[in-house]
């Protein structure tokens, strides 16, 4: 079946420095993918998604683009601020199915 | 605009009691879809109700059942309280075509004893 893998946490940066979040995943068909946010104590927001093949979906700075060739969609954003400190979910959806999740990635930005 | 809005936030239940949780989806959405998230792991998909149906089912027991009401709104019941059901329960409300993505509520988070 479907599945998404992303690379284990926490990743803890400093304030200003790249970040960068892996992802794959595995599917039958052609998904749309999606990064999902959590901050503590709450559900999960939207950060951007991608639908298609070389499509990029970008929001607040982050960045991924959809890689058919290597079944990725990673996560990037230039310069990561505290406010980013949160737990990052990529996951996908075949057709208008379920959202597939992977475990998540726990970041910690320092001042 | 109101989004997705769940009830209670928390509550504790003893093993073998039954619970029921409560969702009312983000105006102008017509499908409701529950989520399993344990400490520490992503969320795992329960079920998705349209037109007061379940539309599709992950892999729960049949102990995890649910309900669409003519207005959207949405309860997930858990009979029969295992300690391993204690996690935080989301409601994710969209469109049945899922156009705009989903949106998802804060959760209520159950804890078995």
């Known amino acids: 079946g479907d599945s998404v893998t992303q690379m284990e946490g926490p990743v803890t940066l400093s304030e200003e420095a790249f970040l960068t979040i892996n992802c794959t995943y595995t599917?039958?068909?052609?998904?749309?993918l999606f990064w999902y946010v959590q901050y503590p104590g709450e559900g999960l927001q939207l950060l951007l998604k991608?639908?298609?093949?070389?499509d990029k979906g970008s929001n607040k700075g982050f960045e991924a683009t959809y890689r058919k060739e290597t079944t990725s969609f990673h996560l990037e954003k230039g310069s990561v601020q505290v406010s980013d400190s949160a737990v990052y979910f990529c996951a996908l959806s075949e057709g208008f199915q379920k959202l597939v999740f992977g475990t998540g990635t726990r970041l910690l930005v320092s001042p | 605009d109101a989004g997705v809005t769940q009830s209670p936030t928390h509550l504790i239940k003893t093993r073998g009691q039954q619970v029921t949780l409560r969702c009312s989806p983000k105006s102008g959405h017509d499908t409701v879809s529950w989520y399993q998230q344990a400490l520490g792991q992503g969320p795992q998909f329960i079920f998705q109700y349209y037109e007061e149906e379940e539309r599709q089912r992950g892999n729960f027991p049949d102990r995890f059942s649910g309900h669409q009401f003519p207005n959207y709104s949405s309860e997930l019941n858990v009979n029969a309280l295992l300690l391993g059901d204690s996690a935080l329960y989301l409601c994710?409300?969209?469109?049945?075509?899922?156009?705009?993505?989903?949106?998802f509520g804060s959760g209520t988070r159950l804890t078995v004893v």
């Open positions: 994710a409300s969209s469109l049945v075509t899922a156009t705009y993505g989903y949106t």
């Open positions: 599917a039958t068909g052609y998904p749309s």
């Open positions: 991608a639908t298609k093949a070389d």
